[in-house]
C-alpha cells in the first residue's frame, strides 16, 4: 500500500492568486501541517488543529482532482501549511503527471525533497520579519542551489506587509538576484479574519507597493504583484 498523505482541503478549478503562477487556472490540493505559526498565517486551519486532515491515498486524491476536472483543468496546485514536511509524494506527482496534469507547489524553504525535482512550477516563499519568522537562510541557499543545478522551474516570492518587510526582500535579493531567479513581491493581506470585500484595502497596499518597487534602484526584474484570489474573494475557503 502506498503511503497515505494528510489532505486538509481539495477543491477548484479555481485562478490561482499568487506569483508564478498567477492567474492560472488550476484545482488545489491542501495538506496538512506546517513547520512554520507565520503571525498572519491566512490557512492556520491547516495547522491550528481547528480543522482535521483525511489520510488519503495518491490514487484517491487523483480521483477526486480528476473528478472535479472533468476535462476543464491540466493543473494543480499543492499547497499548505507546508507540503514539504511531507516526505511521500513522488507517487502522487507521477500520478498527476501521467494523467496530464503539470504540478505547482508553494513551500517558504525551510526543508527540502528530493521530489521538488518533479515539480513544473515552484514557489519559494520565505518569510518576512512581520511573520515573527526567522529565515534559515544556509537551508534556502541550498534549495535554491540544487533546483538551480536540475533547471527546475523556480521562483522566489516574499509577501511584503511594511517597509521591514521590503528591507528584508531586498536584502535576500541582494543574496539571490534576480534575473537569474525570478522575482515577485507580493502585497499581504493582514486582515485575515474579515468577510468583507477586501479588494480596496488590498490594491490601496498594492499601489504602496508598486510605487517602492519603481523607486528602487536595486529592485530590477522584480515583479509586485496583488493576491488575485483575496482582491476576488476575500478570506473565503475553498475557492
Ligand atoms: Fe501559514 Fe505558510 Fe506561514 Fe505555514 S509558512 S504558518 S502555512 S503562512
Known sequence: MTNRIPVLEIFGPTIQGEGMVAGQKTIF???FGCDYRC???DSKFTW????KPILMSPEDILQKVSLLSNGTCNHVTISGGNPALI?????LLDLLQLEGFSVGLETQGS????WFLK???LTISPKPPSSNMKTDVKT???IILKLKENKINYSIKVVIFNDEDFTYAKKLHWRFPSPSHKWFLQVGNDDTNSKDNLAISLLEKYEWLCNKVIADKSMLSVRPLPQLHTLLWGNKQGV
Open 29 to 31: 490540493i491542501r495538506t
Open 39 to 41: 503571525s498572519w498565517c
Open 48 to 51: 491550528d488543529g481547528t480543522q
Open 87 to 91: 516526505s511521500s509524494l513522488d507517487v
Open 111 to 114: 526543508k527540502w525533497q528530493d
Open 119 to 121: 515539480i513544473q512550477d
Open 140 to 142: 534556502l541557499e541550498n
